[in-house]
């Protein structure tokens, strides 16, 4: 399989081009922009067989999406920040409308004030739109994270967000394995639309419905609001084990494994754990290490899948953690990080009683050092030992 | 006029009983849209009256597919159902796009006009009640001045009507036009044409309300005609920039008989606080607009 040296951007556009795209829709945003370029260019020059919808804004793409999926095609869009906010409303429409679209999310900060740097405010702002969420920390997981979403998607009838930093990794330049297209069709069926549109069997798709369960024209009793949107929740708890199988099955045929829900750098022996979604957890790598040479015994978790959040795995990899530090790119105002809130709830009776230490980081592209997240760990340690259990910082901030 | 309506495709599409309040101009007209549309027809729309008229799941009163968007989206909808379409080589399906006045003079205008430039091949519908009637008659940039509604409840609507046609008409898209429930065949044929044109067709349709507008059920098709016969509403069509008069407005303007503003106005509750400033801004209004058309006609 050929190397190529490509930016995040590039190799998420050699993978809708793997994965034969049909309709692509998108709107201009920093950072997202080369990526729906490169699609045009490939487009217009007949490499991609897919129509390109040149839309007025997100909330239409969102839409075009919604609607060229219904009928059978396999859509495609990216976006970042403010285009992901106005998509809101859509990213609801689509996920109950149980559509497998994928959608790339180019992580940036949110206004105001503006920014168009990196944290994932955006992406974890959506977190309760009923997508799956999944974040990569390198370009080779961006082009394998891709063609695995398709896959998730289309098996559990959910979209799919694949999340990846902005210029972090959407501008750098990193050597990339492009997978070998026989394969990838191998790997993915053609999409199966779990409804068609026609004139032979009339349907009145996403209509008003009631809150409790109605009898249709032949008697039979249908599901209410409650019961379609129970059987979205079920869908996103059971795309686990479509989100594992799929990164199981996709190493066996292209020989890199992802992690399913999450991955885990020398955790056995860690005497801290580090927990992180995106490239900060790839940069908390560094830190582990950078520590590890000083004796300190510190591992990594880095979430995959955000939504469904890995339950189970989290309670596994955290089990034996005496001290539990947690770098993340957003802030629920008024509390702390999601993914601490979701971490601590995920602890919640399973006896782990260790510290949680919570690290609000390069927001706005604050930029971030390994070295200081490594100075971050060892003065939480420092304050576990003095007997503080929960902190809030905010990393490199002036805060007083 | 009888011979006319036989020309009508008898097939209905709406199956009897459905959701409207009685004497809904928008049911009667969305009758012979469909009839005039046939088979092979996708149907997306907003939430809106019409929503209510395709009716509460699992049962639907109409027997053409159709896929329910949000408020702001129907023409990006309809945008996605072509490229959808086109991408499966489903090419030989009309998509139809259909929404209120809010959820097209207001709401919907953004994604309108995106497609309507993009020459995306729709028809767009517009069934214009001129208010918020789905929510329970709210102003709308289509509601006529001196008009009572929920949100003027006292004063009155202030403004004269915005002209979505001309906005509509800037996009230099190859038809456009304006009908009449109350003139079935003039709307049928308008219908049967548009389905013919490539590209994006923007229909609108003066859509008579009982409650909204604060007149008796019976009186629907009785004050569209009225509507016609005083200009307020003007049946026509714009074929590649040519404007040419249609049915009962070619008539008038041939005649120049046209009726005075206020046989429509004392018809309806909701004008009952009108002013008489008001209904000289109206009339003057209507007689700008007709004499815009009398003149476009005869170039």
């Known amino acids: 399989m050929p190397v190529r040296i490509l930016t995040g951007n590039q190799a998420a556009a050699e993978a809708v081009k793997l994965c034969k795209v049909q309709v692509v829709s998108a709107y201009p945003i920093t950072p997202s922009t080369s990526l729906t370029e490169y699609l045009a260019e490939w487009i217009e020059r007949g490499v991609l067989k897919a129509e390109y919808v040149r839309v007025e804004s997100e909330h239409s793409v969102m839409t075009v999406c919604v609607a060229a999926s219904t009928v059978g095609a396999r859509v495609f869009t990216s976006t970042s920040s403010h285009g992901l906010l106005y998509m809101h409303e859509q990213l609801h429409w689509a996920a109950g409308s149980r559509l497998p679209i994928v959608t790339c999310v180019i992580n940036r900060g949110v206004g105001a004030p503006w920014s168009i740097f990196n944290d994932q405010q955006d992406s974890i702002a959506q977190r309760d739109t009923g997508w799956i969420q999944l974040y990569c920390r390198d370009n080779q997981e961006i082009i394998d994270t891709v063609i695995q979403a398709y896959r998730i998607a289309e098996q559990a009838y959910c979209p799919v967000m694949v999340c990846y930093d902005g210029f972090v990794l959407s501008h750098t330049m990193m050597p990339v394995e492009i997978p070998d297209a026989d394969r990838v069709n191998g790997f993915l069926p053609p999409y199966k639309p779990h409804t068609i549109l026609s004139q032979e069997a009339p349907r009145n798709i996403n209509p008003v419905i009631f809150p409790n369960q109605r009898r249709d024209a032949d008697g039979i009793l249908r599901d209410g609001y409650m019961e379609f949107r129970w059987k979205l929740q079920h869908a996103l708890e059971g795309a686990r084990d479509v989100i594992v199988d799929v990164n199981r099955e996709f190493a066996a045929a292209f020989g890199r494994d992802h992690g399913g829900m999450l991955w885990e750098h020398k955790l056995e022996d860690a005497e801290v754990c580090i927990v992180g979604i995106g490239s900060i957890a790839s940069e908390a790598t560094m830190a582990a290490d950078i520590l590890r040479e000083e004796g300190i015994r510190a591992g990594v978790v880095g979430i995959r899948s955000y939504r469904p959040f890995p339950r189970a795995e989290i309670r596994e990899a955290l089990k034996k953690a005496p001290a539990i530090v947690i770098f993340e790119k957003n802030i629920s105002y008024g509390y702390e990080g999601a993914l601490c809130a979701d971490i601590k709830a995920a602890l919640y009776g399973t006896g782990v009683e260790a510290p949680v230490h919570n690290y609000i980081a390069g927001l706005g592209g604050r930029d971030v050092k390994a070295a200081e997240l490594a100075d971050a760990v060892r003065s939480s340690l420092a304050d576990i030992a003095g007997g503080v259990r929960e902190r809030q910082t905010w990393l490199n901030c002036v805060t007083e | ?299």
């Open chain 2, 1 to 299: 006029m009888p011979e006319k309506l036989f020309k009508i495709n008898p097939k209905e599409y709406i199956l009897p009983g459905n959701r409207t309040c009685q004497g809904c101009g928008l049911s009667l007209a969305y009758r012979y849209i469909l009839k005039a549309l046939r088979e092979n027809t996708i149907m997306t729309i907003p939430a809106s009256c019409l929503t209510v008229l395709h009716g509460l799941y699992p049962i639907t009163s109409v027997n053409v597919p159709c896929l329910n968007c949000t408020f702001a989206s129907t023409a990006a909808s309809a945008s996605g159902l072509v490229a959808g379409l086109a991408a499966m080589n489903r090419t030989d399906t009309t998509v139809v796009a259909m929404a209120g006045d809010g959820g097209t003079f207001d709401i919907g205008i953004q994604a309108l006009s995106g497609a309507a430039e993009r020459g995306t091949d729709f028809i767009y519908v517009c069934y214009d009640n001129e208010g918020y009637m789905n929510t329970g008659t709210q102003r709308s940039s289509a509601t006529p001045i001196g008009a009572l509604t929920t949100t003027t409840p006292v004063l009155t609507k202030q403004q004269n009507k915005k002209d979505m046609m001309k906005i509509m008409e800037a996009h230099d898209i190859p038809y456009l036009s304006m009908s009449s429930p109350s003139f079935p065949v003039d709307l049928y044929d308008k219908f049967v044409k548009a389905k013919r044109i490539k590209g994006t067709k923007y229909m609108q349709i003066s859509a008579p309300c009982p409650p909204g507008w604060v007149f008796p059920p019976k009186e629907t098709v009785k004050l569209g005609r009225l509507a016609v016969e005083t200009g307020v509403v003007v049946l026509y069509e714009i074929e590649d920039g040519k404007l040419r008069l249609t049915g009962r407005s070619k008539t008038l303007a041939e005649k120049g008989n046209r009726a005075p503003l206020l046989q429509y106005i004392e018809k309806q509750g909701r004008f009952k606080k009108m002013s008489m400033e008001q209904l000289g801004k109206m009339q003057k209004w209507v007689d700008t607009k007709w004499n815009e058309y009398i003149r476009r006609a005869e170039e």
